[in-house]
Structures are given as structure tokens and as C-alpha cells.
């Protein structure tokens, strides 16, 4: 989540509940069940370590003053370490997909070439448990969670394979191409 969050303000600093939203639009239904106070706890957490900063900003004659936080250098760093991240081992589709996003909204990488990377990447891991799953010495009982792993990895090229399709019909903000 933090760095989802960190990825987010990577675009232009702005306060709590307009990343709630960016996260929330991202997500489409999914987000829906996203709790308001998991976005400013992750942020308190973030200005602690340093990695985002933050200042009040006026509100408006209707609305409280508001806290607008920003990414400080730090902060830009561990979003590029996060982008460039290739970790397939237990993957979590939603914040790879917020990845996606993020990157394609703040224009800090192109979602097709993070794809790719992550392509790579399964595949590697699928050729080494196919591998595996191979060796006559496997007890069936292990080579039953080989072939767990295997069709998993299947699964996950197929959803990077859409990933890629969606992602080739948009320009570098995620807009349709041309629109």
C-alpha cells in the first residue's frame, strides 16, 4: 500500500482524500471497500520514514483547511526502486495493477514495458518449476504443488497478456490512443 501511495503522489502532491479517489477510480468496484483511514494512517507512516512531506493548505469558506502532502526526494527514489521491481513470487494483481496506473498517470514509466518486465520474469519462474516438476525424483505429492505453481504461472502470463492488450490500445496517461 505504501508504495501504491507513494506511486500516486508521484504525479503532483495533493491531500488524502484525492488519493483515495485515484485509488478508488483505479479500481473501479474493487475500491469501493477500500477504508478512508488505511490512505492517512499509510501517510502518517510515510511522513515518519521521510519519504513524503506534507503542509497545510487553506480551505475553502465551506471546508476545513486541508494537508497537502508531497513527495520529497526519498520518496522519488523508492517509487523508481518500486517501479522497477520485478516480483513475481506471490503476486498481487491490484497493486500491480495500481503500478500500471500510477505509472501511466504521472508518465513515470511505460505500463507496457513494466509489463514485459514482469513477463519476463514469470516466465523464468515458469520454466524453472516446469524444470522441477520434470525430475522423476519429485515425490507425487510435492509434484502435486508443482503443478499448482506451474498452472498458476500459466494464469498469470494470460492476465499480463491482457494487461499488455489494454494497455497498447492507451497512450503513456492511460487514455485511449487518439482520444
Known amino acids: 500500500m505504501q508504495d501504491v501511495v507513494l506511486?500516486?503522489?508521484?504525479k503532483e502532491p495533493t491531500h488524502?482524500?484525492?488519493l483515495r479517489a485515484r485509488m478508488r477510480d483505479a479500481l473501479g468496484?474493487?475500491?469501493e471497500a477500500m477504508?478512508?483511514?488505511q490512505i492517512y494512517v499509510t501517510l502518517a507512516r510515510l511522513t515518519k520514514a521521510g519519504l513524503v512531506a506534507s503542509e497545510r493548505s487553506e480551505g475553502l469558506p465551506d471546508r476545513p483547511d486541508?494537508?497537502?502532502y508531497a513527495l520529497t526526494p526519498a520518496g522519488q527514489e523508492r517509487?523508481?526502486?518500486w517501479l522497477a521491481e520485478v516480483s513475481w513470487p506471490k503476486p498481487d494483481l491490484t497493486e500491480f495493477h495500481l503500478k500500471l496506473v500510477a505509472a501511466a498517470s504521472a508518465r513515470l514509466a511505460d505500463?507496457?514495458?513494466l509489463v514485459d518486465a514482469q513477463r519476463r520474469e514469470v516466465l523464468r519462474r515458469l520454466r524453472d518449476t516446469q524444470r522441477a516438476a520434470l525430475d522423476r525424483s519429485v515425490d507425487p505429492v510435492a509434484g502435486l504443488l508443482l503443478e499448482g505453481v506451474v498452472l498458476r504461472l500459466r494464469a498469470d502470463l494470460e492476465w499480463l497478456e491482457a494487461c499488455e492488450r489494454m494497455w497498447t490500445g492507451r497512450d503513456r496517461t492511460g487514455r485511449k490512443a487518439g482520444a
Open 7 to 10: 506511486a500516486m503522489l508521484a
Open 16 to 18: 488524502g482524500y484525492e
Open 29 to 31: 468496484p474493487l475500491g
Open 35 to 37: 477504508n478512508a483511514g
Open 66 to 68: 486541508r494537508r497537502v
Open 79 to 81: 517509487v523508481a526502486g
Open 111 to 113: 505500463p507496457v514495458a
